[in-house]
């Protein structure tokens, strides 16, 4: 299997889950969704990163993103888990976790880097869009927790770039200007898109707020 890159569309499966036996591109429908891979049940940092999964659903049901978490564990031992990150984290885990103690889902999406460990799958996290496009892959250690916010600024920006034809500079947090897409040249097309005008330092570096968006 080829690496995965971005603009690829993320690989179908069908996997045991803690939710049932699981079809990904008919349990996505029109959601844009994140895959996350996590080392391993019963460890210290993975539990704090579900149970902000789980603690962030009203934010990612905002964002129209179903979330789903994966490891080679078996079905049994992600069912005593969740009870304990429930308690640990003080939240409720309503997204399914896959079962990929077959490695099927690991093979088809390169989360096991041998040289880091053989067994336990790398925190891989894919963002992937409705027409099942990934847009966003990252690949942390096992001893790194992901910025969780960070993950939702992302989205935030790939919807405002799908959306208002705008990228986002760096650092940028939601609310603040946002810069317009170099390919957008044309007069007309720009008055249209941008009634509020912009503010060209360059020709290339046009910056915009959106309106409703300002901080
Ligand atoms: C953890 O989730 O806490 C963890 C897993 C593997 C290695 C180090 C930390």
Redesign the pocket.
Known sequence: MPTLRLGDIAPDFEQDSTHGRLRFHEWLGDSWGVLFS???DF???????LGRTAQLKSEFAKRGVKAIALSVDTLDSHSRWVPDIEQTQGTTVEFPILADADRKVSQLYDLIHPNA?AT?TV?SLFVIDPAKKVRLIITY???T?RNFDEILRVIDSLQLTDSHSVATPVDWQPGQRVVILPSLQDPEVLKAKFPQGFEAVRPYLRLTTLPGQAA
Do not use: F, I, Q
């Not at 460890?43 to 990163?49: F, K, Y």
């Open positions: 996590h080392p391993a460890t210290p940092v993975c539990t704090t990163e460990s336990a925190r250690p096992a001893s927790g």
